[in-house]
């Protein structure tokens, strides 16, 4: 895949306005491992495609004069990063090592569960923060979050769980909504999480009068390393 075929996200999920995220206050969090933070995270032609069509869109509804043609808006999108955080908070003791914070800057990074999910039975919940590497304070305009899953799709009970090798979708609905309770509830019975959130949620801000911001973080369990897909940073050109 050439430069042009991909977003690089340097490493270093939404503060909404007017919304409070009443699952991660009043809660002790103890700070997370992040790895390999200076990854980059290729992300899908289709997907791409899919992120700038919604950024043009943009830029046609807020900026009615605009005369340049979609291509050359396309080529010309200013990127920058946005900070990430990623909240892990068990809904009973015993099934993550701790409630944990993970603090991903400068466009994201990845996190390992091994040392993380230590229970083999019960439910924790996933929150998230983002905002701007350059400018925190400033409100996000119109956050999109997308996943790409990375996980095989497993049977567990007769219940087929995750999407399978290299399949996005848009997850903006439902990962706000959630995000505004308890948090995306995952199960660690059977390892059941991984396919779920196996793979790489992408955060893209559209900002129409000026760029976009990019942030992402992949998720997996190196224990379960079978469950995996290959690499895409192996696979894909």
């Known amino acids: 895949m050439t430069s042009s075929l991909r977003f690089v996200l340097l490493s270093g999920f939404l503060l909404l306005s007017g ?43 807020d900026n009615i004069k605009n005369v340049l043609p979609d291509e050359e ?14 909240y892990l908070r068990q809904a009973a003791s015993g099934t993550l090592s ?7 800057p400068r466009g994201g990074g990845e996190i390992d569960l091994k ?11 996933l929150t ?11 409100p996000l305009k119109d956050l999109h979050v997308y996943f790409m899953s990375e996980a095989k799709i497993r049977n567990i009970d007769g219940e087929n769980f995750g999407a399978g ?10 990962l706000l909504s959630t995000n505004k309770g308890e948090g995306l509830q995952l199960n660690a019975t059977d390892h059941r999480y991984l396919p779920v959130v196996g793979g790489v949620l992408y955060f ?28 895409p940073n192996d696979t894909v050109k």
């Open 19 to 61: 919304c409070k995220d009443t699952a991660v206050q009043n809660v002790d969090y103890a700070p997370g491992a992040i790895e390999r933070t200076s990854k980059e995270f290729l992300i899908p032609r289709d997907l791409r495609e899919t992120i700038e069509k919604e950024y043009v869109r943009l830029i046609h509804k």
């Open 73 to 86: 808006l396309t080529a010309r999108i200013p990127r920058e990063f946005l900070d990430l955080d990623i």
């Open 98 to 104: 701790d409630n944990t914070h993970f603090y991903l």
């Open 115 to 125: 040392n993380d999910v230590k229970g083999r039975k019960g439910s924790f919940y």
């Open 128 to 138: 998230f923060a983002a905002r701007r590497s350059h400018t925190p304070e400033a």
């Open 165 to 174: 090798c290299q399949k996005y979708m848009d997850v903006t609905q439902k």
């Open 204 to 231: 893209v801000d559209f900002d129409p009068e000026r760029k976009i911001f990019l942030g992402a973080v992949r998720i997996f369990d190196s224990r379960y390393a079978s469950d995996m897909c290959p690499d």
